[in-house]
């Protein structure tokens, strides 16, 4: 119930690729991660009221219960694979993705939202207006979803480094 990974692929199709992992963990153990380590995760609340949260083929009646669960969650999202920028490889430092938020950078494109609604034969319109207010969390953590009070994300740097046995945790 506290905490989920879920291996994420750019499709559905059987030749999807392996893209990245995302953990989600539970608010109550997102409340008792250090300040540094929350400013890392994601708040899921907008994804899931919006519609842009979807799984498809499975009836939204079904899900009701386990929306409002995963609407009290947050994610930390590791990207290893960016294929939107046409990488035919895993190439480069992993990314830490953010989720789309109502505000402007986080944005998800329509053409990308009418596209998917037009595959699934689904509105998130009508996502949207059936679970208005059903999902939203009493409070979102103020530490989560950093980005949208900074407009700043986190980037990795690839330095080389003595190899060690064990490394010191942070």
Known sequence: QDFLQCAVYDSDDPSARLIGV???VSSRVFDALPPEEQKLWHSHAY???SGLWVNPRVP???LTTELKDLAQTYGKFWCSWQVDRGDKLPLGAPALMMS???VNIGMV???LVHKRDDKYKISTENLKNVRMGTAV???INPRA???KQT???FAIDIEQTEMKLRAPFP
């Open 100 to 102: 789309p938020q109502e």
């Open 109 to 111: 494109k329509p053409e």
């Open 60 to 62: 939204e009646m079904i």
């Open 137 to 139: 969390p009493e409070s």
């Open 47 to 49: 994804e899931i009221e």
């Open 151 to 153: 407009g700043k994300g």
């Open 145 to 147: 979803d950093l980005w």
């Open 22 to 24: 995302e953990y989600i």
